[in-house]
């Protein structure tokens, strides 16, 4: 079976800092992955896709940047944090296009 | 501008009443799917519906696609506790990228005993 974690669950930066939010899926292969922001519990903002190595959409201008070292292994990062980065980050794979997405944990972010 | 709008944003209902929450938009969708979340966890896909003017029910949900397939309702029937959560609707826009899966705002159900 088909399983997604990211990490790290919870994190707590200072403005200025850097983040890695690590993403992977197992049990499938060629998965589109996506990373999300969500904020207070509302809905989700998708940051970017990607559809394959070195195939990566962005859809919000912003200091964050997504990596796909991996065909499984999805990174969300950021040189500097804002305190607008805040917020609650989800990882999620389909395997097809028009299919349903499955999340991971997500991660709590706190730019303090 | 936000795709997908849901009503209402906030609902809290007693244990056993009936309920419906709609999603809507002005652009054409190829498909709609409802999902569920609950606190510091990842949404759960409920339904997918593709087909205008489609229904389709799991259990007390109902779920239907508008004729135009601009907008979805959700009805729950005597509703429980256990269906607290935020209801999430989130499509694919005709036309657009078929990997691109847009998210609505959501409705916070509270379901009291």
């Known amino acids: 079976s088909q399983t997604i974690h990211q990490w790290p669950a919870t994190l707590v930066q200072p403005v200025g800092s850097p983040l890695s939010l690590e993403c992977t899926v197992e049990g499938t292969s060629n998965p589109n992955l996506y990373w999300y922001r969500q904020a207070a519990g509302r809905g989700l903002q998708l940051l970017f896709y990607?559809?394959?190595?070195?195939?990566i959409s962005s859809e919000v201008p912003q200091n964050l940047s997504a990596s796909r070292p991996q065909d499984r292994q999805f990174i969300l990062s950021s040189k500097k944090l804002l305190l607008s980065d805040s917020g609650f980050y989800l990882c999620a794979w389909s395997q097809q296009g028009l299919g349903e997405l499955f999340f991971g944990e997500g991660s709590r972010l706190t730019v303090l | 501008t936000q795709l997908l709008e849901q009503s209402p944003q906030f609902l809290s209902i007693q244990e056993g009443e009936n309920l419906t929450v709609y999603c809507n938009s002005s652009?054409?969708?190829?498909?709609l799917q409802w999902y569920r979340q609950e606190p510091g966890e990842g949404p759960v896909l409920l339904v997918t519906v593709v087909t205008g003017g489609e229904v389709k029910k799991l259990k007390r949900l109902t779920f239907q696609f508008g004729d135009a397939r601009k907008d979805s309702s959700l009805h729950i029937t005597a509703a429980q506790p256990g269906d607290t959560g935020l209801y999430l609707c989130?499509?694919?826009?005709?036309?657009?990228?078929?990997?691109?899966?847009?998210f609505g705002k959501g409705t916070l159900l509270t379901v009291n005993p």
């Open positions: 990607s559809i394959g190595i070195d195939q």
């Open positions: 989130a499509g694919y826009n005709s036309g657009g990228s078929n990997y691109k899966l847009t």
């Open positions: 652009s054409v969708f190829s498909s």
